[in-house]
Structures are given as C-alpha cells and as structure tokens.
C-alpha cells in the first residue's frame, strides 16, 4: 500500500508558476512508476506526464516544455514544477503510483496506476 498526498495547489494568474509536491509513504521500498494527473470540470482525467521507475520523464504534449517532474527519492516526494501557466491548465491535479512492471506506453493512461493522492486544486485566471 502506498499513500500519497498532494499540495501546493493554488490560484495563480496566466503565465505565472506553481510547484505541486506529494508525499508518498507506506511501501515506497518498492519501485513504482509515478505519474502527475489532471482533472477539469466535466472533462476526463488526462494524464500530465511521469516519471518511470529508472527515472526517465515524459509529458504530455499540451505541457511538454511547460512542466517538469522531479523527484526527491531520499525524502520520497514526487514534484510537478509548472510554468507558463495557461487557463487551460485549471484543473485538479493528482499524482498516482503504478507497479514498475507496467510499460511506459502506458504510463499517461490512468489504468496502471494502483494509487492515487486525493488531489490539489490549481486555478489560472486574471
């Protein structure tokens, strides 16, 4: 079992930044892939981009060059830096554990992911 928890969500104006984090505990001895989620009003749950268990990175295309996911293995915190913030952005953001055997050609789907934090509000507006 792995417990995730995410913060740092907020209200912030077009073109600004926000850092989101969260905290896993519980199993983390166990290698995972970790993604970054989001989900707009009346809109799907759409994946941002992850982080597999080799720690290689990819993103989805409406934030790649915008967003960068990191991870702090030693203190077991998983980070989504976002910049350039558009109102498309507005959405609540989840991040989510999935088992290393997982391809990463699944990784921006929500299916693999086992665990999932509860979410953080992000709002992008003038």
């Known amino acids: 079992q792995v417990q995730l928890v995410e913060s740092g969500g907020g209200s912030v104006q077009p073109g600004g930044s926000l850092t989101l984090s969260c905290a896993a505990s519980?199993?983390?001895?166990?290698?995972?892939?970790m993604g970054w989620f989001r989900q707009a009003p009346g809109k799907e749950r759409e994946g941002v981009g992850y982080?597999?268990?080799?720690?290689?990175?990819k993103y989805a295309d409406p934030v790649k060059g915008r967003f960068t996911i990191s991870q702090d293995n030693a203190k077991n915190i998983l980070y989504l830096q976002m910049n350039d913030l558009e109102p498309e952005d507005t959405a609540t953001y989840y991040c989510?554990?999935?088992?290393?055997?997982?391809?990463?050609?699944?990784?921006?789907?929500?299916?693999?992911?086992?665990?999932w934090g509860q979410g953080t509000r992000v709002t992008v507006s003038s």
């Open positions: 989510a554990a999935a088992p290393s055997y997982y391809s990463d050609a699944y990784l921006l789907f929500p299916t693999p992911y086992a665990y």
């Open positions: 982080i597999d268990s080799r720690g290689d990175t």
């Open positions: 519980g199993s983390t001895n166990n290698k995972y892939h």
